[in-house]
Every structure is written in C-alpha cells, then in structure tokens.
C-alpha cells in the first residue's frame, strides 16, 4: 500500500508542477441514486474525476439511502478512488482502490480497457 501511494503522489506531483493555474478547475462531478426494484435497496454515488492530459483521476463514494437496518438517512458504505492512463486513442490503463467506510483498502482493481 504505501509503494503505491507513494508512486500515485510522485506522479501527481511531477504531473501538478508542470500544469498551468486554469488546468487545475474543472474537476466533472456526478451523482447518481439507484434503486433495486426486487430488493428495494437504494443506493446513491458520489464522485468526481478531473483530466489532466492523458491522466484521469477520480474518486467516488456509495451511500446506503434509507436503509432499514440503518438509524439514519445516509450511511456510508464504501469509496473508491484511483487513475488511468490513456496509453493512445483506443488503449487506456486503469487502476482503483476500494476503501471501507473505516478507511482501510479492502482492494486494488488494475486492468486495461479497450475501446473501438
């Protein structure tokens, strides 16, 4: 784990110290709600990514909304955070850590996608 963060903050920093000011805004936010129509879970997501020449960085969270077991609206289920890589127009490397609503990795997803 801290090889990977230590890696993830090198390459952030050499990637932040040879932007420009306006390149650091316009991070795309989203928000998406969810609900099983079988089991009647909803969920919702949180997150946001921001592009920065061929890196994307993102990070997003899950809440359980108005769950039965839960006291309140919201409950925090899990988070994930990671980057990819746009290797050419048709070739993307990614990798993505899940974290526990505890903040401890539960795990690390690395793939490539292909696109057409």
Same mark, same amino acid.
């Given at each position: 784990m801290t090889k990977i963060l230590?890696?993830?903050t090198?390459?952030?920093l050499t990637t932040f110290n040879s932007l420009k000011a306006d390149e650091l805004t316009g991070i795309n936010w989203y928000l998406t709600l969810e609900e099983?129509?079988?089991s009647d879970l909803k969920y919702? =997501?949180?997150g946001g990514s921001k592009q920065l020449g061929k890196w994307n960085l993102n990070g997003s969270s899950t809440w359980n909304v108005d769950s039965?077991?839960?006291r309140t609206l919201f409950h925090l289920?899990?988070?994930n955070y990671g980057f990819s890589y746009q290797i050419n127009d048709h070739v993307?490397? =990614?990798t993505n850590m899940d974290v526990n609503p505890h903040f401890i990795k539960t795990e690390t997803?690395?793939?490539i996608t292909f696109t057409w």
């Open positions: 230590t890696v993830i090198v390459l952030l099983g129509k079988r919702g =997501y949180i039965a077991d839960e289920s899990s988070m993307s490397f =990614y997803w690395s793939g």
